[in-house]
Each structure stands twice: as C-alpha cells, then as structure tokens.
C-alpha cells in the first residue's frame, strides 16, 4: 500500500523557516516523480514545486528564490525547504507522487498525503 506522510508544518512569522518532510512507503521511490501542493483557505489547490525522478524540477513562480526541494533516496524522503516566507505561503502543504510528470504536475496525481498545515503570521 503506497503512503505519503507529511511533517515539519507549523507557525512562524514573516521572514522566518520551516521545512517540510514527506516520508513514502510502499512503491518504488526513485522511479516517481514527486511534487508538493499547497490549498489556502477559500482557494483552490495550486502547485509549490515539483521534482521528476531524473532530478528535474519545477517551480511556482511565488516561491522560486524561497523554497527548494530536495530528496533523500536513502531515507525515502521528499523535503521542502521553505524561506523568507509571507503570510501569502499560509495554507495546508501536501505531498504528492505520480509515476507520471505530466499527470503529477496537472494535480491529478495517484497518490497523495494528509497535509501539514503551514501558519506564517505578519
């Protein structure tokens, strides 16, 4: 059974850090493509950054130059590294996973974790 689990959200002010974990089990990790979403309040879910399984990745122009993804193939472990954030960056972050870049990036990917729920106060 595939299993995506989120950890790392939390509260923190403007201008602060956190970083994010998503620990998967279950599928051949290296061979999918990984992405983390996020879903303000009253807002549809948009991407943060996606990763293919060759390393390639993708960001939201929002968050290019703050967040950086990155994974441990070791640990089976997807992070987002996430910087200089603004109160914009509040919302619930998942992980998602898709052996499929395109269908993974469009949002419709197979697999998907509970959410860690990110605060950034102004």
């Known amino acids: 059974q595939v299993r995506l689990e989120e950890s790392g959200g939390g509260s923190v002010q403007a201008g602060g850090s956190l970083k994010l974990s998503c620990v998967v089990s279950?599928?051949?990790?290296?061979?999918?493509?990984m992405a983390w979403f996020r879903q303000a309040p009253g807002k549809e879910r948009e991407g943060v950054v996606g990763?293919?399984?060759?390393?390639?990745?993708r960001y939201a122009d929002s968050v290019k130059g703050r967040f950086t993804i990155s994974k441990d193939n070791e640990k089976d472990t997807l992070y987002l590294q996430m910087d200089s954030l603004k109160a914009d960056d509040t919302a619930m972050y998942y992980c998602?996973?898709?052996?499929?870049?395109?269908?993974?990036?469009?949002?419709?990917?197979?697999?998907w974790g509970q959410g860690t729920q990110v605060t950034v106060s102004s």
């Open positions: 279950g599928y051949t990790y290296k061979t999918y493509s």
């Open positions: 990763i293919s399984s060759d390393g390639t990745t």
């Open positions: 998602a996973a898709d052996p499929n870049w395109d269908t993974l990036l469009r949002g419709a990917a197979n697999y």
